[in-house]
């Protein structure tokens, strides 16, 4: 007779947690539609913000080592105007970031990535090619974009 007893209160108890069960995982089933509304635009954001740390952290860093030779909005200078409409569509990023990264043997231009004995990092590197690539909006069209002041030599 006690044994029936404590069976059934058992089983009341097993009962209960599996209803509790049921009613989580239903909650769950109703939330995942919304996660899945909202989980994009959220990432969206993320990377929005991402980018835009990267493109300051790169600006910052582009002033100090690039500006002098390619002007202080890509203008060009001794080096190529990185601005233009002619560098940016042709160059993705990868080239960009290996042009910067190993340089132009040869030339000025340096290399700057740290396994090339330059001083930069390659997140350092991504940040200023986010920065150059944040110019391609509104780049103009340059046509002498390789020598822009025509000093020549190339
Ligand atoms: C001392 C001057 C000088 C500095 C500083 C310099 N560059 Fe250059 N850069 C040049 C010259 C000159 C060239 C053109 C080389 C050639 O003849 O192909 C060049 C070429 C480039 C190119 C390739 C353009 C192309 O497609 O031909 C990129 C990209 C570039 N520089 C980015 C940078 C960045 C980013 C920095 C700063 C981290 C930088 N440069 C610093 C002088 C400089």
Redesign the pocket.
């Known amino acids: 007779m006690a044994e029936r007893t404590y069976d059934a209160e058992l089983e009341q108890e097993t009962n209960r947690w599996m209803w509790w069960g049921l009613a989580i995982m239903a909650i769950m089933v109703a939330i995942f539609p919304l996660y899945r509304i909202y989980e994009p635009s959220a990432r969206a954001d993320a990377r929005d913000l991402q980018e835009a740390s990267l493109v300051e952290q790169g600006g910052a860093?582009?002033s100090l080592?690039?500006a002098?030779?390619?002007g202080q909005d890509g203008e060009g200078g001794?080096?190529?105007a990185?601005n233009s409409q002619q560098?940016l569509t042709?160059?993705v990023d990868r080239q960009?970031s290996g042009?910067?990264a190993v340089?132009?043997p040869g030339?000025?231009?340096?290399a700057?990535s740290l396994d090339f004995g330059g001083p930069?990092t390659s997140e350092q590197i991504e940040a200023?090619t986010t920065f150059?690539r944040a110019w391609e909006e509104d780049a103009p069209d340059v046509e002498n974009w390789?020598d822009p002041l025509g000093l020549g030599g190339?």
């Not at 030339?107 to 340096?110: E, R």
């Open positions: 860093i582009y080592n690039c002098s030779c390619h001794l080096g190529p990185l560098f042709a160059a960009v042009l910067i340089g132009v030339t000025q231009m340096g700057y930069f200023i150059l390789r190339g």
